[in-house]
């Protein structure tokens, strides 16, 4: 018997699980499949991000935050702590009730919402069918829906000559789970989670080198932001090799090689375990049929047009298997507004707004443009900036290093971009993406009152900067 929906969503990550639930909530009937099994072997939503991306790495970084104060920082406070130790098994077990505890809550929201979860793998078919093929060895059901959601995600994406075990050769789902810290770590990629996952084993005690191939480092952020990151990581240990190619890794007795290529020629580096964070690339195996009318690019991507509708006549896609930052909050915005398309409403998503946070220590936070590409489309602008070293918050708290940097359009002052490296920098880049959400200006945020003394105060010193009228810096 075939089973009929409004909507079926395929995927329960924060794309999938939120589309759904806002779906529901605006009288759809709507079933989500999802094909994730956790750790307790039950089904387990909220995909990459809840399970094994965004939130247990979080749970880690705190952690590991926590125990390298302990030994670095808590002195300068006079507080002396003799015989400090970290047990990994504690930490991977809090960092697991964390993620139960919301992929859970997820399952909560479907029942209260009225959202049908699948447990099970999902397959678009012709005129919106959908297989469901349950786990457990249930058999296959066929759902029938005016509107399909895709939201399958993505896969970490591997390299020749560089195999998985999942052992000493990992992802980032086997660096999320170690159970001691590497002696020595090698890091394919210092991308996004080759800084934060690193960041994390090396508080922790390892020594992590990361190879990145290209020759600038963190080359989509500002540079100048990218520059003190550089810097200060290097200060906290991390060793970060720039134009270090890896030519393969393979695993002997207990290690593994790695063979890198750099301006020198090819070396061999040994190491207890090796990640590898390459990039991620969307998952679409066995998601799609040949008739099914959905399109694929060049990427490898679902191919949707601005509104996120597919090829398909009633098929929509959002979050990493479409084009766009690969992000959690990007995803579930996409999957709030095709709910709200789907029902007749108007929705839009500015993704030139979209924030970008790196949780390092110190985090670097952006929105906008940064000062390079401003350069590269011939754009007129003014910058403004401001050193937490110069706020009483950052200075009192004892965590002071970084800066906020502000662009803004030289003519018209509309803010361009915002850049942030320094504490806090996750929820100060919330008050930039509002203003610019509003095209507000810098002399926008330079009326603001922002409450003394906090870490805001820098951003409104920096939106003073662009006009060379900062109190608490030389102009
Ligand atoms: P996913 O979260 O990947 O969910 C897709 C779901 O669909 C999965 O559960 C999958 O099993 C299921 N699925 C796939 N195909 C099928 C099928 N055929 N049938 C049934 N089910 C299927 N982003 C941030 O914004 N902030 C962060 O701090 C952050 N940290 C990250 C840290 C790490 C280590 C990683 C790996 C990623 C991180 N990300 C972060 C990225 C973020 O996790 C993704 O952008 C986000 O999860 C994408 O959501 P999604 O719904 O598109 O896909
Ligand atoms: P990434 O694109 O951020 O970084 C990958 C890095 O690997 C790049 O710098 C690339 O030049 C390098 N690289 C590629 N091939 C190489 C090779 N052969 N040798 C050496 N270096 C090589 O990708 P990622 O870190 O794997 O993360 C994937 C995505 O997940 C991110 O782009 C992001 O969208 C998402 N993510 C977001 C967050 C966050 O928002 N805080 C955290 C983790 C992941």
Wanted: some cysteine; aromatic content about 4%.
């Amino acid at each position: 018997m075939t089973e009929k929906y409004d909507v079926v969503v395929i995927g329960g990550g924060p794309g999938g699980y939120v589309a759904a639930i806002r779906a529901a909530q605006l009288g759809l009937s709507t079933a989500c499949i999802d094909m994730n099994t956790g750790k307790d072997g039950k089904a387990a939503l909220g995909g990459t991000c809840l399970n094994v991306g965004c939130i247990p790495s979080k749970a880690l970084l705190d952690s590991s935050k926590h125990y390298h104060h302990l030994q670095h920082d808590y002195a300068a406070h006079g507080i002396n702590v003799e015989g400090a130790s970290i047990d990994i098994n504690t930490m991977i077990a809090r960092k697991d009730s964390v993620v139960k505890k919301l992929t859970g809550g997820v399952s909560q929201l479907f029942k209260a919402n009225k959202v049908k979860q699948l447990h099970g793998r999902g397959r678009l078919l012709a005129n919106r069918q959908v297989e469901f093929t349950p786990h457990a060895g249930k058999e296959t059901v066929l759902l029938q829906a005016d509107n399909v959601i895709l939201a399958a995600g993505s896969v970490p994406i591997a390299i020749p000559n560089v195999e998985y075990d999942n052992k000493y050769i990992i992802d980032n789902v086997g660096a999320l789970d170690l159970t001691e810290a590497p002696e020595r770590l090698g890091v394919i990629g210092a991308g996004v989670i080759g800084l934060e996952l690193g960041s994390v084993w090396q508080r922790l005690g390892s020594e992590v080198i990361l190879l990145e191939a290209l020759p600038d480092f963190l080359a989509t952020a500002d540079a100048d932001i990218a520059k003190q990151a550089g810097r200060l990581f290097k200060q906290q240990g991390l060793d970060i090799r720039l134009g270090s190619m890896v030519k393969s890794a393979r695993v002997v007795d207990t290690e593994v090689q790695v063979t890198v290529q750099d301006k020198n020629g090819e070396s061999e580096l040994s190491f207890d375990r090796l990640l590898v964070a390459v990039g991620r690339k969307p998952y679409t195996d066995g998601l799609l049929t040949d008739d099914c009318g959905v399109k694929l690019n060049e990427r490898g991507q679902i191919d949707v047009n601005d509104k996120s509708q597919t090829s398909a006549d009633g098929v929509w896609a959002v979050g990493d298997c479409v084009r766009g930052p690969m992000l959690a909050h990007k995803a579930s915005e996409e999957g709030i507004a095709v709910a709200e398309l789907i029902a007749g409403k108007a929705a839009h998503i500015h993704f030139d707004t979209v924030p970008w946070v790196i949780y390092t220590d110190p985090e670097i936070a952006w929105v906008g443009k940064t000062e390079q590409q401003l350069k590269e489309e011939g754009v007129a602008y003014k910058v403004g900036s401001f050193p937490f070293a110069a706020t009483g918050r950052g200075l009192a708290m004892g965590d002071a290093a970084g800066m906020v940097k502000m662009l803004a359009d030289e003519e018209t002052d509309e803010i361009l971009g915002v850049h942030i490296i320094g504490p806090g920098a996750s929820e100060l880049i919330a008050e930039c993406v509002v203003t610019m959400e509003f095209r507000g200006a810098s002399e926008d945020l330079a009326c603001i009152v922002h409450a003394h003394p906090t870490l805001s105060e820098a951003v409104h010193e920096a939106a003073l900067h662009v006009d060379r009228r900062a109190i608490h810096r030389g102009n």
